[in-house]
């Protein structure tokens, strides 16, 4: 039992020389950059990355809901039973969703020409990626 009381003493005792940390560094070590993902030391990169990143999910969110509103007005139009009101819902429906594409083209390509070719703020590279850069001073 005295052995054991002393293991314990021991244990929590402050006699021993434990080095303590001197900084947060000592604990947790120098930080270090998270593998993969961007690498922001530009800002105008990042800005860039985010904006091309809004662009392509403007084109697969209205590409998925534009093929979502397509389906739903043809399985109405299918399951209208001849009844023409409903025939005239479903078809009103598919006329939408196409208008919404034609829109969202329409869209895409008059930001294009303002952003690329007339102010010169994204290009399309060689390997079908855009590119952002926006102006600087220097």
Known sequence: ????????????????ATPTPK?????????????GGPNFQN??????????FGIRMFLIVGSLS???????????FITSGSDPEKVKQASDKMRNATIGVILMVVAIGVFTV??????????????GDWSF????ID
């Open 1 to 16: 039992m005295n052995k054991i009381l002393q293991i314990v003493y021991s244990f929590f005792s402050e006699t021993e």
């Open 23 to 35: 900084s947060i560094r000592d604990i947790f070590g120098a930080p270090t950059k998270p593998p």
């Open 114 to 127: 303002i952003s690329g070719d007339i102010l010169g703020l994204i290009r399309l590279g060689g390997d």
């Open 66 to 76: 534009t093929l979502f509103y397509l389906l739903s007005g043809a399985y109405d």
């Open 43 to 52: 800002p105008v990169e990042g800005i860039s990355d985010i904006i091309v």
């Open 133 to 136: 850069s926006l102006p600087t």
